[in-house]
């Protein structure tokens, strides 16, 4: 499974850094969007509506047009109002992570709160990632650095985890991850936050601003895939999906993102970065 996993990210990694690098906003906003409307009808599923295609599609659309008009209203204060609502939102998730039960019978009212859930994990998610890509005028670069920081912490967790993991960080949520593995990612995602910053000139204060970042960041990015791991526990599957050989769904690989990019970008841009 390990080399499945590597593997995949071998091949995944180039192809996402040269999706951001490569397009101006305004192509890479729809693709952005293409991508987390895949994660959005998984998504779906995970909230009780498995056999409800209908009502999934009636979602993806109002998403789609969702997206059109946040972009036609790029410029207003909207965009960071919803980063803002973004990083409260995961605030609220560390409180359901800690009752675990909440939301798990397949009633109505809880399939409504799971898919409200989905729109404040995958909207502001969208708004932050295009936020920080169109910024001038490094914002491709600033884009890839907070996916490398949670990539970082992805892999550092993994390995400090395999090696030194004892106590369990959520064992009723996801049994594999200890603190040991928290530990780990800090480190990996703060490195490369201290290189990527000083590749693109921020120094001195600003660096170390950067690098305290990248741990919120970084707990912001467990948060993500501990609530994935919860919704997964609730619908009683292991993946989200079967797209990645070894890496599970779409929604399995942004997890982390979702949750990692309203930090990101929000503590940006109280840095001046």
Not at 132 to 151: E, F
Not at 221 to 245: C, Q, T, W, Y
């Amino acid at each position: 499974m390990l080399l499945q996993r590597t593997l995949t990210a071998l091949l995944l990694a180039p192809l996402a850094i040269l999706l951001i690098l490569w397009p101006p906003t305004t192509v890479f906003a729809p693709l952005v969007a293409l991508a987390f409307l895949a994660a959005l009808w998984e998504w779906t599923r995970l909230s009780g509506l498995k056999h409800d295609t209908g009502v999934r599609g009636g979602l993806l659309a109002a998403a789609a047009v969702l997206f059109a008009l946040l972009w036609w209203a790029r410029d207003s204060a909207l965009w960071p109002v919803l980063i803002g609502v973004g990083v409260l939102w995961w605030g609220v998730v560390c409180v359901w992570l800690n009752h675990f039960a909440f939301g798990a019978a397949p009633t109505r009212e809880n399939r409504l709160l799971k898919l409200g859930a989905g729109a404040l994990v995958i909207v502001p998610a969208w708004v932050a990632a295009m936020s920080i890509h169109r910024d001038q005028p490094h914002g491709h670069w600033w884009t890839v650095l907070a996916l490398a920081i949670v990539w970082a912490a992805d892999i550092g967790a993994y390995f400090s985890g395999r090696l030194f993991g004892k106590r369990k960080l959520a064992p009723t949520i996801s049994p594999g991850k200890t603190w040991a593995g928290v530990y780990g990612a800090f480190i990996a995602g703060a490195l490369v936050a201290g290189v990527g910053g000083w590749l693109l000139h921020v120094r001195d204060g600003s660096l170390v601003g950067l690098i305290l970042l990248s741990m919120v960041t970084v707990v912001a990015s467990i948060v993500g895939d501990l609530l994935e791991s919860l919704m997964k526990r609730h619908a009683a599957v292991k993946d989200s999906g079967n797209l990645f050989p070894g890496h599970g769904g779409l929604l399995d690989r942004l997890d982390s993102v979702f949750a990692a990019l309203p930090v990101f970008a929000a503590g940006k841009l109280l840095l001046g970065l």
